[in-house]
Antibody, heavy 119, light 112 residues
Framework: QVQLQESGPGLVKPSQTLSLTCTVS??????????WSWIRQHPGKGLEWIGY???????YYNPSLKSRVTISVDTSKNQFSLKLSSVTAADTAVYYC???????????WGQGTLVTVSS | QSALTQPASVSGSPGQSITISCTGT?????????VSWYQQHPGKAPKLMIY???KRPSGVSNRFSGSKSGNTASLTISGLQAEDEADYYC????????????FGTGTKVTVL
């Protein structure tokens, strides 16, 4: 059974960089066949696709966030990470990591982690 | 790229069938058979219910079915049960040259 777990600071100051890591267990990122995604949900709102990465390092981002987002992968640790720069209060959200078999089919999700942007 | 449009709420009595629509454009829903549906209970992560318009992942009840016509996709829940009360989101591939996905606005399903 594949499991994903997000980790990182729950509070980030405005203008700083939000950094989260997703640790995957029960399956290897480097085995291929899947994309590893970040998706967020603003409080009481809908879902927003941030981007995803393949084990090879190929990345694809939401055009509206592309200038501020970096997703990276560390296959040795079976982890992938999200960095979102120059954050504002509008970036306050629950951030989820998920496994995508390409096509937006996210079959495994982390539990989500709330990140609040506030001074 | 705007979010796909879903009704804010849909309700039905136990045993009834309900349908949730998801309207996009010719750049997303209308162009690709890559529409998925997610169920989300309060405080929980979304769960994949339908993928590639009408396919069900293993373990998902056959009471859930999906379809698409033109720029609109639909999720039908038949034999509505109390446990089906949740938020539902559609998702569509929207990229042309590079992958990109857009979610729907979300629909709250209430079992009366």
């Amino acid at each position: 059974q594949v499991q994903l777990q997000e980790s990182g600071p729950g509070l980030v100051k405005p203008s700083q960089t939000l950094s989260l890591t997703c640790t995957v267990s029960g399956g290897s990122i480097s085995s291929g066949g899947y994309y590893w995604s970040w998706i967020r949900q603003h409080p009481g709102k809908g879902l927003e696709w941030i981007g995803y990465i393949y084990y090879s390092g190929s990345t694809y981002y939401n055009p509206s966030l592309k200038s501020r987002v970096t997703i990276s992968v560390d296959t040795s640790k079976n982890q992938f990470s999200l960095k979102l720069s120059s954050v504002t209060a509008a970036d306050t959200a629950v951030y989820y990591c998920a496994r995508d078999d390409y096509g937006g089919n996210c079959d495994y999700w982390g539990q989500g982690t709330l990140v609040t942007v506030s001074s | 790229q705007s979010a796909l449009t879903q009704p804010a709420s849909v309700s039905g009595s136990p045993g009834q069938s309900i349908t949730i629509s998801c309207t996009g454009t010719s750049s997303d829903v209308g162009s690709y058979n890559l529409v998925s549906w997610y169920q989300q209970h309060p405080g929980k992560a979304p769960k994949l219910m339908i993928y590639e318009v009408s396919k069900r992942p293993s373990g998902v009840s056959n009471r859930f079915s999906g379809s698409k016509s033109g720029n609109t996709a639909s999720l039908t829940i038949s034999g509505l049960q109390a446990e089906d009360e949740a938020d539902y989101y559609c998702c569509s591939y929207a990229g042309s040259s590079t992958p990109y996905y857009v979610f729907g606005t979300g629909t709250k399903v209430t079992v009366l």
